[in-house]
């Protein structure tokens, strides 16, 4: 069992740049990646980003160039750094954790407005 809290959203001006973090919790041995999504309203459910364990990272054609994943093992923490953001970046954004032996754990989500 995972559990994820997501922070760090608001409204942030295009071209503005934005950090969200998850932290997770509970059986973190089981953890293989982290992954982050987003929905805007009436739109499915996008992937985003991915990191592995390893520290590879692999990124979305819309987000790539603009976003960087990334991983705290320290504080058990995982970042989403968002520059250069667009209206069309405004959405709900989800951590994901793939989960050994388990079905994927997801946050609450948190929500990011890009707006002027």
């Known amino acids: 069992q995972v559990q994820l809290v997501e922070s760090g959203g608001g409204l942030v001006q295009p071209g503005g740049s934005l950090r969200v973090s998850c932290t997770a919790s509970?059986?973190?041995?089981?953890?293989?990646?982290m992954r982050w999504y987003r929905q805007a309203p009436g739109k499915q459910r996008e992937w985003v980003a991915t990191?592995?364990?390893?520290?590879?990272?692999n990124y979305a054609d819309s987000v790539k160039g603009r976003f960087t994943i990334s991983r705290d093992n320290a504080k058990t923490t995982v970042y989403l750094q968002m520059n250069s953001l667009k209206p069309d970046d405004t959405a709900v954004y989800y951590c994901?954790?793939?989960?050994?032996?388990?079905?994927?754990?997801w946050g609450q989500g948190t929500q990011v407005t890009v707006s002027s």
């Open positions: 994901n954790a793939g989960v050994i032996l388990g079905i994927d754990s």
């Open positions: 509970g059986n973190l041995s089981r953890i293989y990646a």
């Open positions: 990191i592995t364990n390893s520290g590879n990272t």
